[in-house]
């Protein structure tokens, strides 16, 4: 838990990124003396960093020919369109 | 790349089925990943991947070439996982978190055949653990969390993708990011 409801948008702002510089400066000074506070923002930053980590997948084989099987035939309004 | 993808949809929009294969094989990857993180089961991800484009192309027409057209096929996948996820019963709860991530395929994507080194089942167990604590947050907060940290979008094409404002997407994220926080720790 952050030391006050205030600190705790404090660290928000911070991780992303929308704080002045001086509002940084401020925020960086508190952290050195607040344990509370620093160990949440570890934690955070820790947090999005694993979440980051995960892998990417891509679509299984045949996928596309699987969805071009099943696309509607083109419509006979729609041919008269052109 | 937008001049490309706006000539190719030019091309759907006049009936061209073959463009529609080049469009897919543009953004399949990313429609199927996004499923995926949201159901957590490959075969769902694979069904909703597959219902999304399906409806881009009936709705081509709906579809407003001077937006982004990947922030419009995104929230077309997005709503049918959500909506996937809204009919499975609350009841079972639980139970479907593990239904949903027991057939994981990080390990059948291996062949058999090949001995995994030590550290890679350690990479392999911990991608399948970032998964199960994915599926332990709630379906809102779920969709900001994946499309900020692991597709890396701006919270403005997140607004336009799940139809909310800034502000509340910015919420959801921070939620979803303290729950995880919480549950990490542990």
Redesign the interface.
């Known amino acids: 838990m952050a030391c006050s409801q205030e600190n705790q948008k404090h660290i928000y702002k911070y991780l992303d990124e929308e704080m002045t510089l001086l509002e940084k400066k401020q925020f960086e000074a508190h952290i050195m003396k607040c344990d509370e506070c620093h160990a949440q923002l570890r934690e955070l930053r820790k947090t999005v960093a694993i979440i980051q980590s995960a892998s990417h997948f891509e679509a299984p084989k045949g996928f596309t020919d699987n969805v071009m099987k099943q696309l509607p035939k083109q419509s006979k309004s729609q041919t008269w369109k052109n | 790349m937008d001049i490309i993808v706006k000539k190719i949809i030019a091309e759907v929009k006049?009936?061209n089925?073959q463009a529609?294969?080049e469009l897919?094989?543009l953004y399949?990857?990313k429609?199927?990943?996004i499923a995926?993180?949201m159901l957590g089961n490959?075969h769902e991800a694979?069904d909703v991947?597959?219902e999304a484009?399906?409806r881009a192309?009936?709705n081509i027409d709906s579809y407003d070439i001077n937006r982004k057209f990947s922030t419009w096929l995104f929230r077309i996948a997005t709503n049918l996982a959500i909506d996937r996820i809204r009919k499975k019963k609350p009841d079972f709860h639980l139970e479907d978190q593990v239904a949903g991530t027991e057939d994981l395929t990080?390990y059948s994507q291996i062949s058999a055949d090949v001995d995994l080194p030590e550290d890679q089942v350690v990479q392999l167990e911990?991608?399948e653990w970032?998964?199960q604590?994915?599926m332990e947050l709630p379906p809102k907060y779920r969709a900001a969390?994946i499309l900020k940290?692991?597709e890396d979008l701006s919270l403005k094409e997140i607004s336009e993708i799940l139809n909310l404002p800034v502000a509340t997407v910015?919420t959801r994220i921070?939620r979803g990011?303290?729950a995880?926080?919480k549950r990490?720790?542990d």
């Open positions: 006049k009936g089925q529609f294969a897919m094989d399949k990857d429609v199927y990943h995926y993180r490959v694979q991947a597959q484009f399906l192309y009936t990080y911990m991608q970032i998964q604590e994915i969390i940290y692991l910015k921070h990011r303290e995880l926080r990490l720790r």
